[in-house]
């Protein structure tokens, strides 16, 4: 391309050194802008709403296009919101064509938000309308209202006061930019507390928003139907980029694995919400010092195509051996690329497993160790005379503790073991290593362990940066309630996640209704219906299912 403007400019006569800068300037311009468009991700398909919601009587894809519309006959009972529903947003850039049309009325996206129900929505939103004054400003839909408007640049201090900062240009001049009743590019970039809305390439308002209890670290993403006059709002080429967390805070996505065994076991969702809410409390929003954002994506794996773009660290919860989530489609090298930046991976209970010859070498790399078939097992059996490793910050504030639980041991480690810490261990009962021979529950080299003491929950710190964690036990969702155990959790993924942990450790509290909320519907499957005797001719009656056990 240098060597065509080069000669394109030669044939027009400029100067060969004046032609060399400049075409250098059009390139370091293009690589610049090319830099800045990588990490885009489209979040609406062009075909369809899926992974939005939002009431269909007014949402709707047409020629690729979301199209939001109210009209006389069909007017909204209030706003109304389209829902991105695969993720929330927290850092971000995301740009996205609009344009509206109508006899009057605006639109907005909102970012950051809370979700009230019925496609209700409040929050940060950037403000566009149909008219000339109110579009690229900030506003809080349910909240503060104008936070700044179209030209200005504004400081809300923690107690709520205003500063003004220097003007980005007069509203007047800003509206030019943009296109009444044609498409326009917006672009939000929101880098902690600083967010900053552009219309067209040109920076309509900016605001530092430090007021504690008022500002929002992360939430939703939702397109807004106003109220009012008929009108129609049109979306379309809507991506988004994550950026890494502002002012030292860290990222810990929760992936569940979907439902599986028995009521109240491999309780996947509800175990990851648990420690989320327990994590959230303890590290809100608004506190001193850095801060962790959690996100917890259940089914399996995220539909959020940017879930893992902007993580700190990553923990599995989820069933494992040759179902692990990691090992479908091009997941492990995915997961391995993250890893090989430095990005911690936890994994508890089964998602400690996968085999030995597809997922146990990159585990080795990641966590230090893992569940291997045919040398690890998976009794059940109740923890007795634990040793907690003493110094290590995952065990700050932790005491010994005992729990029932199907506590897998004989892992296989790196050899040798330089980097890997024992968090957990104990010495399982003899009976436990005679079980018949299999793939999970004995072997020879398991057998002649008697009395031995094995690890059950230990830590990792790669060579070339980056934390890993594991830990054999959750197979009953009620060992959660044990405070020792939770608070070891806990801190495992504060530490994962590259923050310090607490002197007294991540201090925690549950209550009876939290250990129910979220349990998967485990309900269990009828008995099979008893046929009457031939002779007695009468239907057959199924037997209706059993409340489940949790």
Same mark, same amino acid.
């Given at each position: 391309?240098?060597?065509?403007?080069?000669?394109?400019?030669?044939?027009?006569?400029?100067?060969?050194?004046?032609?060399?800068?400049?075409?250098?300037?059009?390139?370091?311009?293009?690589?610049?802008?090319?830099?800045?468009?990588?990490?885009?991700?489209?979040?609406?398909?062009?075909?369809?709403?899926?992974?939005?919601?939002?009431?269909?009587?007014?949402? %709707?894809?047409?020629?690729?296009?979301?199209?939001?519309?109210?009209?006389?006959?069909?007017?909204?009972?209030?706003?109304?919101?389209?829902?991105?529903?695969?993720?929330?947003?927290?850092?971000?850039?995301?740009?996205?064509?609009?344009?509206?049309?109508?006899?009057?009325?605006?639109?907005?996206?909102?970012?950051?938000?809370?979700?009230?129900?019925?496609?209700?929505?409040?929050?940060?939103?950037?403000?566009?309308?149909?008219?000339?004054?109110?579009?690229?400003?900030?506003?809080?839909?349910?909240?503060?209202?104008?936070?700044?408007?179209?030209?200005?640049?504004?400081?809300?201090?923690?107690?709520?006061?205003?500063?003004?900062?220097?003007?980005?240009?007069?509203?007047?001049?800003?509206?030019?930019?943009?296109?009444?009743?044609?498409?326009?590019?917006?672009?939000?970039?929101?880098?902690?507390?600083?967010?900053?809305?552009?219309?067209?390439?040109?920076?309509?308002?900016?605001?530092?928003?430090?007021?504690?209890?008022?500002?929002?670290?992360?939430?939703?993403?939702?397109?807004?139907?106003?109220?009012?006059?008929?009108?129609?709002?049109?979306?379309?080429?809507?991506?988004?980029?994550?950026?890494?967390?502002?002012?030292?805070?860290?990222?810990?996505?929760?992936?569940?694995?979907?439902? %599986?065994?028995?009521?109240?076991?491999?309780?996947?969702?509800?175990?990851?919400?648990?420690? #989320?809410?327990?994590?959230?409390?303890?590290?809100?929003?608004?506190?001193?010092?850095?801060?962790?954002?959690?996100?917890?994506?259940?089914?399996?794996?995220?539909?959020?195509?940017?879930a893992f773009d902007n993580a700190d660290a990553i923990f599995?919860?989820?069933?494992?051996?040759?179902?692990?989530?990691?090992?479908?489609?091009?997941?492990?090298?995915?997961?391995?690329?993250?890893?090989?930046?430095?990005?911690?991976?936890?994994?508890?209970?089964?998602?400690?497993?996968?085999?030995?010859?597809?997922?146990?070498?990159?585990?080795?790399?990641?966590?230090?160790?893992?569940?291997?078939?045919?040398?690890?097992?998976?009794?059940?059996?109740?923890?007795?005379?634990?040793?907690?490793?003493?110094?290590?910050?995952?065990?700050?504030?932790?005491?010994?503790?005992?729990?029932?639980?199907?506590?897998?041991?004989?892992?296989?480690?790196?050899?040798?073991?330089?980097?890997?810490?024992?968090?957990?261990?104990?010495?399982?009962?003899?009976?436990?290593?005679?079980?018949?021979?299999?793939?999970?529950?004995?072997?020879?080299?398991?057998?002649?362990?008697?009395?031995?003491? #094995?690890?059950?929950?230990?830590?990792?710190?790669?060579?070339?940066?980056?934390?890993?964690?594991?830990?054999?036990?959750?197979?009953?969702?009620?060992?959660?309630?044990?405070?020792?155990?939770?608070?070891?959790?806990?801190?495992?993924?504060?530490?994962?996640?590259?923050?310090?942990?607490?002197?007294?450790?991540?201090?925690?509290?549950?209550?009876?209704?939290?250990?129910?909320?979220?349990?998967?519907?485990?309900?269990?499957?009828?008995?099979?219906?008893?046929?009457?005797?031939?002779?007695?001719?009468?239907?057959?009656?199924?037997?209706?299912?059993?409340?489940?056990?949790?």
């Open positions: 391309m240098i060597v065509t403007l080069l000669r394109q400019a030669r044939r027009a006569g400029t100067d060969c050194l004046v032609a060399l800068v400049t075409v250098m300037a059009l390139a370091a311009g293009a690589a610049a802008i090319a830099a800045d468009d990588a990490g885009f991700v489209p979040i609406f398909n062009g075909t369809s709403l899926d992974g939005w919601e939002g009431k269909p009587e007014y949402w %709707s894809v047409q020629d690729g296009t979301i199209v939001g519309q109210n009209t006389a006959e069909n007017p909204t009972k209030g706003n109304t919101f389209l829902i991105w529903r695969q993720g929330n947003l927290d850092d971000f850039e995301l740009e996205l064509k609009y344009r509206i049309t109508g006899t009057g009325g605006n639109s907005g996206i909102q970012y950051r938000s809370k979700d009230y129900g019925d496609f209700v929505v409040g929050g940060y939103q950037g403000d566009f309308e149909v008219g000339t004054n109110y579009s690229g400003i900030m506003y809080e839909e349910k909240g503060r209202g104008i936070l700044a408007n179209r030209g200005e640049r504004v400081s809300i201090a923690a107690d709520g006061t205003k500063t003004p900062g220097e003007p980005i240009g007069k509203t007047e001049e800003l509206q030019k930019v943009i296109k009444q009743g044609d498409w326009n590019v917006y672009r939000i970039v929101a880098k902690g507390p600083k967010l900053q809305h552009f219309i067209n390439g040109q920076l309509m308002s900016e605001m530092v928003d430090e007021q504690v209890g008022k500002r929002a670290a992360e939430g939703i993403l939702a397109l807004q139907l106003h109220a009012g006059p008929p009108m129609k709002v049109e979306f379309k080429d809507i991506h988004l980029k994550r950026l890494k967390l502002a002012d030292g805070r860290k990222k810990l996505v929760l992936v569940a694995g979907k439902p %599986s065994h028995g009521p109240g076991e491999h309780e996947h969702r509800a175990g990851m919400l648990l420690a #989320e809410k327990c994590l959230d409390t303890a590290f809100e929003t608004g506190a001193t010092g850095p801060q962790l954002v959690t996100a917890t994506y259940a089914g399996g794996w995220p539909t959020d195509p940017t599995f919860f989820a069933d494992g051996g040759g179902g692990h989530p990691v090992l479908q489609s091009n997941r492990l090298a995915q997961i391995d690329a993250l890893a090989k930046r430095g990005i911690g991976i936890a994994c508890l209970h089964y998602a400690v497993e996968v085999p030995k010859e597809k997922g146990g070498p990159e585990f080795l790399n990641w966590m230090g160790g893992y569940f291997e078939p045919n040398w690890s097992v998976n009794p059940h059996w109740t923890l007795a005379k634990t040793e907690i490793a003493q110094g290590h910050p995952i065990t700050r504030g932790v005491k010994p503790f005992e729990t029932k639980d199907e506590w897998y041991y004989h892992m296989r480690f790196r050899e040798p073991m330089a980097g890997v810490t024992a968090i957990l261990s104990a010495v399982p009962p003899d009976d436990t290593r005679e079980r018949p021979d299999g793939p999970h529950s004995n072997n020879p080299a398991v057998r002649g362990g008697k009395g031995s003491r #094995e690890v059950l929950a230990w830590a990792y710190e790669r060579p070339e940066g980056g934390r890993g964690f594991g830990c054999t036990g959750a197979h009953f969702h009620k060992n959660w309630s044990n405070d020792d155990f939770r608070r070891m959790m806990l801190n495992a993924l504060v530490w994962t996640a590259g923050l310090d942990v607490p002197a007294e450790g991540v201090v925690s509290t549950v209550s009876d209704e939290d250990m129910v909320a979220n349990l998967d519907d485990k309900q269990p499957k009828p008995a099979a219906a008893k046929p009457e005797p031939a002779k007695q001719p009468a239907a057959d009656k199924a037997v209706p299912p059993a409340p489940a056990k949790i």
